[in-house]
């Protein structure tokens, strides 16, 4: 009884009794004339969208520019596409090219590349390259350092156009720069392309001038794992007092999805002229280190395809 009296005494305690009591009197007929509360019911659907109904897995937009799957995966040895890592993403290609030329030599070429993806639709690759002939000699060719730049996010413009730049020092030749304009696009489901147009040019003698034209076609027979298709390549070479020289190649393609973070191409081409080499085959292996690619889609509504 002291307890309560002490209790009391506090300033505001009769104004907190005051309207516990209240409540306990008015609780039969509030609860008698109130319905129960009912909330509205939620639906819970798929963070991963379908953004492009009746397309492959591979061909459904990603990253930040919203581009398709299949392009962050080098479809065609020969024919760059776009940007093939998003941005802060790496990836390592280890490539095989072997040559059979008419008079009798061959000569097989290593390839050790590493990609590296940068904001604003920015990407550098390093290149260390060294080959070995006929006779097994084994020596350095070259290094190089290749800069992508695309215009706009997929889709903007159309056949999305990429500008690609690349410094090479040689060890035995004049060293290079080459430019090229990237360009490629899925006309339809299953059917990818790519074309490149090109331009080296040697630094010093002997001044040896190539233009270039290389173009892809694919077909995807199994989604993210298996597509075929064909490859051509053309260049013109011409250097300072030497006749000029025009190569054409063509032949299938294969690329073989082992995983989802790793993919091999193969390209056996055949030359049809004269300074062709009789065969020109490519190798290709490639691995992703990024983030896993699928979880990141764009919206629909901002693409053009």
């Not at 305690?13 to 409540?23: D, F, I, V």
């Not at 250097?239 to 082992?258: H, K």
């Not at 062709?276 to 699928?294: H, Q, R, W």
Request: include cysteine.
């Amino acid at each position: 009884m002291n307890r309560i009296k002490t209790w009391l005494a506090l300033p505001g305690a009769g104004w907190l009794l005051l309207a516990l009591t209240h409540t306990a009197s008015g609780q039969e007929t509030t609860n008698s004339t109130l319905s129960p509360l009912r909330l509205s019911e939620i639906m819970v659907t798929d963070t991963q969208p379908t953004n492009r109904p009746g397309w492959l897995k591979e061909e459904q937009y990603i990253g930040p520019y919203g581009q398709p799957e299949w392009t962050t995966e080098r479809r065609f040895p020969g024919t760059r596409i776009y940007l093939q890592q998003t941005p802060w993403n790496t990836g390592f290609e280890q490539w095989m090219r072997f040559q059979h030329f008419r008079g009798g030599t061959d000569l097989a070429r290593f390839q050790e590349e590493f990609e590296i993806g940068l904001p604003h639709r920015f990407q550098v690759d390093l290149y260390e390259t060294w080959g070995t002939d006929q006779d097994w000699h084994t020596g350095q060719d070259e290094y190089s350092v290749e800069l992508r730049y695309a215009l706009a996010d997929w889709g903007v413009i159309p056949l999305n156009p990429t500008l690609y730049l690349e410094y090479a020092q040689h060890d035995h030749d004049a060293n290079t720069l080459e430019g090229r304009i990237l360009l490629g696009t899925d006309f339809s489901p299953r059917w990818h392309w790519g074309l490149n147009l090109g331009c080296e040019q040697q630094l010093s003698d002997p001044n040896n001038t190539e233009l270039a034209v290389t173009e892809g076609l694919n077909y995807t027979l199994l989604d993210e794992r298996l597509g075929v298709g064909m490859e051509m390549e053309y260049y013109h070479e011409k250097a300072d007092g030497t006749p000029a020289a025009n190569e054409f190649l063509i032949g299938p393609s294969v690329q073989w999805r082992i995983t989802p973070r790793t993919h091999l191409d193969l390209a056996p081409l055949i030359g049809c002229t004269h300074d062709s080499p009789t065969v020109e085959a490519y190798v290709v292996f490639g691995i992703d280190f990024g983030l896993i690619k699928n979880n990141h889609y764009a919206p629909t509504s901002v693409r053009g395809q």
